[in-house]
């Protein structure tokens, strides 16, 4: 007969082989964004949106989309109406260099043009 202690021993050494199966942390799982870029009618200003996240610059943005998984696609559909002074849309230095800053930090930036 089989004592408990030799049962949990042998159930140890069953459990530790299975082990690093177990614990093995999965690779961040890249993923595919939408951005949206909102105009508040009341303060005449831009945020940016992904998700349910809102942000009040290109900087915060920036710090969101430096935490995201390399391989994530960010897709930007802004349409083709303006109303003036949009962030990065107004910009064709500061789009070249939210499109370079995406590819440093390994994510797909889609820009889907209007029209």
């Known amino acids: 007969m089989k004592t408990p202690g030799r049962l949990f021993a042998v159930a140890l050494v069953i459990f530790g082989m299975h082990m690093p199966e177990l614990t093995a942390r ?11 870029l909102i105009y508040i009618y009341e303060t005449n200003q831009f945020i940016f949106g992904v998700g349910n996240l809102r942000f009040n610059s290109v900087s915060s943005l920036k710090r969101f989309i430096a935490g995201l998984p390399p391989g ?37 930036f889609i820009l889907v043009p209007s029209g």
Request: proline share 6%; net charge positive; hydrophobic share 30%.
């Open 72 to 108: 994530s696609t960010l897709e930007w559909a802004p349409g083709c109406t303006r109303v003036g002074n949009e962030p990065l849309l107004s910009s064709e230095a500061a789009m070249k260099h939210f499109v370079r800053f995406c590819e440093r930090k390994r994510i797909k």
């Open 26 to 36: 999965e690779p961040d799982q890249a993923s595919k964004y939408s951005l949206q």
